[in-house]
């Protein structure tokens, strides 16, 4: 999750190897036959659930690794004709065998990881929902009329829950908030608060219901990241990010009652919202009360942050117990890492891991070789030097993967081409898709939306949005999202708690193609996703 404490990403990069198999038929098939297979609708594939699940262990469960072999080996037997993505012939695919995908399923076996990572924010630790966007809706738009000069009118503007959903594009220049499909078209929009007709979506956007950079993002996320796209679009990834859309909205309205902009003129607002992020979000501000959002945090996290539960800290000690390397990886500044984790994980949370590395600036500490910093834990500040070597047990401050997987691999005495990874963590872009597209990682997706169905999620009012549709689908149509998840998650949890119930030897097994578990959102079971596993 885009943390407090931390540089934003606002325009700048914030600033193992498994294999899978896609079962098919008893006689070899061509690729376009291969590729059809993959784009099976799921209501088909969903009928023959109920023999996969009499041999097979689900979130929660423990049955034997036999038996879990046995239902493998069976649909295996039955389909023998395989597909491997990236470099089938030789053999070298960059996925392993602890992830396996058939008709039916995807699977993960904990223990084909020599090295696992979490994320802070939204991953090992949840925030109360309630409270945390009312206060990053009410310090934003305070921001605004303090600092750049909005009318006092925008701080009486009610805070409209229906309005927030996490994945939300804003398109600055038009003053428009956008939902997009799996394909980038545009599925819904807003021009500040007022939703638009399907009419006014096709007169601004035209025919094939796409916006250039919303397209550009859609193919290439990172090269968006920074650069003129970033000034003018922006991608709300995680529950930090959501509240700010209706924030522009609102300020959209009260521009639009003073004085509409004439044609080609560009709404301004956008860059008013992003310099208040990056005011409330700079890790400068948190030691001296600049930021009313840190002032709360620190004088009551215990209203924010939730307690994680103890079956999350006693898994994590059964998978060190079992031979693993663990490590944090977050965006936030050691200071309020430490706050945050302290709440939720108690005074001891560093003992869980074998590096902690705050103020990470993901994605770019994927894709980058940015060195690592000293950390004063005492001082809980960052110090100006680097650190050439880096060992276990300490804390450090920004860095990169290269060097943090080669230390790790150096303990499990391995080469790093032989040590695999596995992280966890919330934020899609930053979290899923640049570990797993860019670098030798594999990811599990955090979304609380899967929460929400249960009828007892309680902060269904902050993300079950009637205005926007479901997270995952809209009209029988898949979001943007859930194709990321499906194409790069190994698996997509509600919350590490539900892995936290499988033991590090034993399999989980998720009964749909598309790794979403304990099981496939409801919007989703008569869609079909056109991708699984771009790799």
Known sequence: MLALGRTVAVGAFSTPVLSIRLATSTKTKTKTNVHKQAQTDVRLLLRNLGKLAQNSTTLGGRTAPAAVGRATREVTDQQQTTRRFHNSAAGNSRYSASTIMTSYHKELLLKDYDIVGFDLDGTLLRYNLHEMSALIYHVLKQFLVEQKGYDSD?????????????????????????????????????????????????????????????????????????????????????????????????????????????????????????????????????????????????????????????????????????????????????????????????????????????????????????????????????????????????????????????????????????AKALYFGDNIIQDVYTPVKHRDFDAVAIAEELLIEDGKYPYAAELDSQLWGPYFALDSTPTLWSSFISSYAQLCVPSVEEVAQTAPDKRIVCHNPYGFSPRLPKELETVQLKSCWRG
Do not use: C
Not at 155 to 170: A, H, I, R, T, V
Not at 178 to 191: D, N, P
Not at 352 to 372: E, I, L, N, S
């Open 154 to 418: 925008l701080l009486s503007q009610p805070l409209n829950l229906d309005f927030l959903q996490k994945g939300l594009f804003l398109d600055g220049p038009r003053g428009n908030v956008l939902k997009l499909s799996s394909e980038a078209q545009i599925l819904r929009a807003t021009h500040g608060t007022r939703l638009l007709s399907d009419t006014e979506v096709l007169a601004i956007y035209g025919r094939d219901r796409r916006w250039e950079i919303t397209t550009a993002f859609y193919r290439d996320p990172l090269s968006t990241w920074n650069g003129a796209a970033s000034t003018q679009m922006r991608s709300l990834l995680d529950y930090f990010d959501m509240p700010s859309a209706l924030v522009f909205a609102q300020a959209v309205d009260q521009v639009d009652r003073k004085k509409k902009p004439s044609a080609g003129e560009e709404y301004q607002v956008w860059q008013d919202v992003q310099a208040g992020l990056m005011n409330i979000y700079s890790r400068e501000h948190f030691p001296n009360d600049k930021s009313l959002y840190f002032k709360s945090m620190r004088a009551e996290p215990e209203r924010f942050v939730l307690r994680t539960d103890p079956s999350v800290m006693n898994w994590l000690g059964e998978l060190r117990k079992s031979g693993k390397k663990l490590f944090l990886l977050t965006g936030s500044n050691v200071d309020f890492a430490n706050l945050t984790a302290t709440q939720a994980l108690g005074k001891d949370w560093r003992k869980h891991f074998d590096f902690v590395v705050t103020y990470a600036k993901k994605p770019g500490f994927f894709t980058m070789q940015r060195p690592f910093m000293q950390v004063d834990v005492g001082k809980l500040a960052e110090l100006p030097q680097e650190i050439k070597d880096i060992k276990a047990g300490e804390v450090y401050s920004q860095g990169n993967w290269h060097q943090l997987h080669a230390a790790m691999a150096g303990l499990l005495q391995k080469e790093p081409s032989e």
